[in-house]
């Protein structure tokens, strides 16, 4: 079964500059998260989609960061423009869970890492 | 205070060694608690998956979760030096957004 899949892996950017992120998550997973993770902390939630709905988007600097699900499948994380304390690693992840029941299970990409300079 | 609390490390143990890694939390709301194994630029990896209170075992590998105590534990025993990596204790609630609440991750060094 294919995992997660983002890219790019690695960007380096100068501040006030535009990136774009994409993920694909495991087929059939009707979750999916965007995390972000800077060094040496633990992943924090941006946002959470259920299909192409969001669930939760509280913790989204939203003055800076959009996402969108299109389609209930893959998705984009957008950052613009950037300031240097966006530097981290975005983790997309996904799970079966439907809004009931279980599915909890939650499955990680490798990671997009972003350097802002 | 974090929802999550666990200590950093790093944690430096000899080949063989038994470790013990802990996190507590505070929302007495959390049921499902997770172990993540994340090595160096990669994503993290499901390791153990625990529902409620009690004990797990996979291997060398065993989740603790005292919800009285508010208390999780992993014990890893002969340890290897492959498993030298952080460690990423998170959990969710039973009810509202099913999103995993992570601590800060233990950094574990196994010597060869």
């Known amino acids: 079964e294919a995992g997660v899949a983002q890219s790019p892996r690695y960007k380096i950017i100068e501040k006030r500059q535009s990136v774009a992120f994409w993920c694909n998550p495991i087929?059939?997973?009707?979750?999916l998260y965007w995390y972000q993770q800077i060094l040496g902390q633990g992943p924090k939630l941006l946002i959470q989609?259920?299909?192409?709905?969001?669930?939760?988007d509280s913790q989204l600097p939203k003055d800076r960061f959009s996402a969108e699900r299109l389609k209930g499948v893959d998705s984009t994380l957008k950052i613009q423009p950037a300031k240097l304390e966006d530097s981290a690693v975005y983790l997309c992840?996904?799970?079966?869970?439907?809004?009931?029941?279980?599915?909890?299970?939650?499955?990680f990409g490798e990671g997009s890492w972003l350097t802002v300079v | 205070q974090k929802e999550v609390e666990q200590d950093p490390g790093p944690l430096s143990v000899p080949e063989g060694a038994i470790v013990s890694l802990n996190c507590t939390y505070s929302?007495?709301?959390?049921?499902?608690f997770m172990w993540y194994r994340q090595y160096s630029r990669k994503g993290p990896e499901l390791l153990m998956y625990?529902?409620?209170?009690g004990n797990k075992e996979d291997g060398r590998f065993t989740a603790q979760v005292d919800k009285s105590s508010k208390y999780i534990s992993l014990f890893i025993r002969d340890s290897q030096p492959s498993d030298s990596a952080t460690y990423l204790c998170?959990?969710?609630?039973?009810?509202?957004?099913?999103?995993?609440?992570f601590g800060s991750g233990t950094r574990l060094q196994v010597q060869p």
């Open positions: 992840a996904s799970s079966l869970w439907t809004g009931k029941g279980s599915g909890n299970t939650i499955y």
């Open positions: 087929s059939g997973h009707a979750t």
């Open positions: 989609f259920q299909n192409n709905g969001v669930v939760d």
């Open positions: 929302n007495s709301a959390f049921q499902y």
């Open positions: 625990t529902y409620s209170s």
């Open positions: 998170a959990m969710i609630p039973d009810t509202g957004r099913r999103a995993l609440t």
